[in-house]
């Protein structure tokens, strides 16, 4: 078919035009570069006859792309932002707690 499907988390997903001899990190660029939520340990190409590799961003030689394959880029698992003012109130509250406990210790000596 001559074309290069690239599904998920890219700037521009759909179809692309097929470059022999090309691999991943050419139509992932020509897709637009990855999107801001764009997992890059889940990246993987599915080849026309169903077998499927996954792509490595740190290995120099990764799999080549052949006519009429799909690449597929996972999205980030979505996690809540770390709230240093709700974690600065949680640990005031714990040495308060302790820093009164330990006052009863001592009065309770006496």
């Known amino acids: 078919p001559n074309i290069i499907n690239v599904l998920g988390q890219v700037n521009s997903a759909g179809v692309h035009k097929f470059s022999s001899g090309r691999r991943i ?3 992932l660029n020509i897709a ?3 999107a801001p939520n764009a997992d890059k340990n ?3 190409i599915e080849y026309p006859n169903g077998d499927s590799k996954i792509y490595k961003p740190l290995v120099l030689k990764n799999p080549r792309v052949i006519d009429g394959s799909t690449i597929i880029v996972g ?3 979505e996690s809540e932002p770390f709230d240093h003012t709700e974690f600065a109130k949680e640990v005031t509250s ?4 302790l ?3 330990l006052a009863v210790v001592i009065l309770a000596r006496n």
């Open 32 to 34: 637009g570069g990855l």
């Open 75 to 77: 999205k980030q698992k």
């Open 42 to 44: 889940n990246i993987w």
């Open 99 to 101: 820093a009164q406990a």
């Open 94 to 97: 714990i040495i308060a707690n």
């Open 25 to 27: 990190n050419y139509y």
